[in-house]
């Protein structure tokens, strides 16, 4: 190992360039100082801004959390209903529902959300959150203990009378041109549910408006909603712009550095993935991920097929095949390819596999082509489909190339940790064509935010802030989308 010569080198920097902070028992969680020796993609510097503000969020998580007496008296707080005039600590509890993908985005969204405005993250513990990661703080619990008072805050949802959306629609906080003030006669609230899911209203939205973002701070507990990245959001709020400038001098880098930050596979899923890399995928000498998702119901679709054949070829990432008579190279090892499919479906990868077997390359490339699991269903929530599911997205961030399926936040996740841009796989107008091209390279590996507020804070219009922010963009996979570049 030659790390002692190049200490920088992706796999030799196990902290992420300071991202992570040393000291943590390494037994209880393998990922988290041993996932760099298996990166070999080169990773994004954090700004030496970012790595302080994160030691002070780890101070402020065990200051403030689970088992302190801070704690202790904002529960009671919540309890009462009422607001304390000065709270000393103030939290936002993010809702785990959907995919994992889904679930991961909302996390690392919470979690920015957070640190711009000092609260402690809290992460609901449904959907097998607790069992998939280890703990990112040290010497506390990001996970919400049971007995949290709000007892059904897993079920509110865009007709919660606490949402912040509906407070506002109904008065009881009063938005002015001067910004927002609750209504003279009532009480700040010990808790406003923020709903910033894809239903959410104009008045949800307000969310991403500075006067807004003002008195949300007087609210003690937040609980958020999303199944989305809702972080090109937050960079739209004039008031955290200065600070995310400092955080995040690269934008087109945020869930990268949130995401290895935040989301280190426990020790099973690990073993879930070093088994399968260090079997299927070290020895090559390029890996290939190819994420195919499809839904439980849908047909084996031939020309899904051929839009992967015709985007590998096209761009390079694969080689030809050759039929047959036609003259072969001899084939070589050193050039070996390793191909890594993920999908609930295992059709597509048989075919590539056969492909590959049934006839030689045209540049004497061999390619082996390889499929952790096909799950046939979507069954988010169940602990060993959970697992899968992650240790394969992971698996896919281990490669050094991606082809992505478009609006996939499975896949989303994958090329942030992987800090690539992959090769997009558009969903065709006409679904019994092949697109022309079949796929193109992402402008960022940023994921995109599906469903942004559409409305201008200032203007109190309908506005398209690709226009005027030169760092937000729309995704070419989900036109109405927006994502950082
Ligand atoms: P999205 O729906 O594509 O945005 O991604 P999500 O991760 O949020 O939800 C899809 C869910 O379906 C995953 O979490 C898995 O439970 C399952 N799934 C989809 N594709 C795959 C796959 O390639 N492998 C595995 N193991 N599970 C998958």
């Known amino acids: ?79 009462s209903g009422k607001s304390a005039a000065s709270p000393e600590c103030a939290y936002v509890v993010s809702i785990s529902y959907r995919g994992i993908g889904n679930r991961i985005l909302a996390a690392a969204s919470a979690f920015l959300y957070a640190v711009l405005t000092g ?20 010497n506390t619990t990001w996970l919400l203990p049971p007995g949290f008072p709000l007892a059904g805050y897993t079920n509110f949802s865009v007709d919660t009378a606490e949402s ?112 399968y890399y260090d079997t299927y995928l070290a020895s090559a000498r390029q890996r290939i991920g190819v994420q195919v998702r499809v839904f439980g119901g849908m047909p084996e679709s031939p020309e899904l097929l051929e839009q992967i054949t015709t985007c590998t070829h096209k761009e390079g990432l694969l080689p030809q095949v050759l039929a047959a008579g036609e003259p072969i190279l001899p084939a070589s090892r050193a050039k070996s390819k390793a191909v890594l499919v993920t999908s609930l479906k295992s059709w597509y990868y048989e075919k590539l596999k056969s492909m590959y077997w049934e006839h030689a390359t045209a540049t004497g490339e ?33 490669t050094d190339v991606l082809v992505t399926s478009g609006r996939s936040t499975f896949g989303y996740v994958a090329q942030g940790l992987a800090g690539v841009r992959p090769w997009v796989l558009y969903k065709p107008a006409n679904s019994s064509a092949v697109p022309d091209p079949p796929c193109s390279r992402d402008v960022s590996m940023e994921p995109c935010f599906h469903k942004p507020p559409g409305h201008d804070c200032r203007l109190k219009q309908w506005a398209d802030p690709s226009k005027d922010v030169p760092y937000i963009q729309h995704c070419d996979d989900a036109i109405w989308g927006l994502k950082l570049v």
Not at 44 to 65: D, F, I, M, N, T
Not at 368 to 395: C, F, M, N, T
């Open 119 to 138: 609260r402690v993250l809290l992460i609901d513990p449904g959907n097998e959150m607790d069992d998939l990661f280890c703990e990112p703080f040290p």
């Open 366 to 398: 061999v390619v082996s082509v390889h499929q952790p699991s096909h799950e046939e269903y979507q069954r988010s929530g169940a602990r060993s489909h959970d697992h899968k599911a992650w240790a394969e997205i992971y698996l896919l961030s281990l």
């Open 164 to 275: 912040y959306g509906n407070m506002v629609r109904n008065k009881v906080i009063i938005r002015s041109d001067d910004g927002v003030a609750a209504a003279a006669d009532v009480p700040t609230p010990a808790f406003a549910y923020v709903h910033l899911n894809y239903d959410a209203t104009v008045e949800d939205n307000s969310f991403f408006c500075g006067g807004d973002q003002r008195l949300l701070r007087r609210i003690q507990w937040l609980v958020m909603r999303t199944d989305s990245y809702i972080v090109p959001g937050l960079f739209l709020v004039l008031e955290f712009q200065e600070e995310l400038d400092m955080l995040f001098p690269e934008r087109d880098a945020v869930f990268h550095h949130l995401g290895r930050y935040l989301f280190h596979p426990n020790n099973h899923v690990w073993g879930l993935v070093t088994r």
């Open 1 to 79: 190992d030659l790390c002692f010569l190049h200490p920088r080198a992706a796999h030799c920097d196990r902290l992420y360039g300071g991202l992570l902070v040393d000291g943590f028992n390494e037994d209880s969680c393998h990922s988290r100082y041993q996932s760099a020796t298996y990166r070999r993609n080169p990773s994004r510097r954090p700004s030496p801004y970012l790595v302080s503000k994160l030691r002070s969020h780890e101070a402020l998580q065990r200051r403030c959390g689970p088992g302190t007496a801070a704690y202790n008296n904002a529960l009671e707080q919540l309890r």
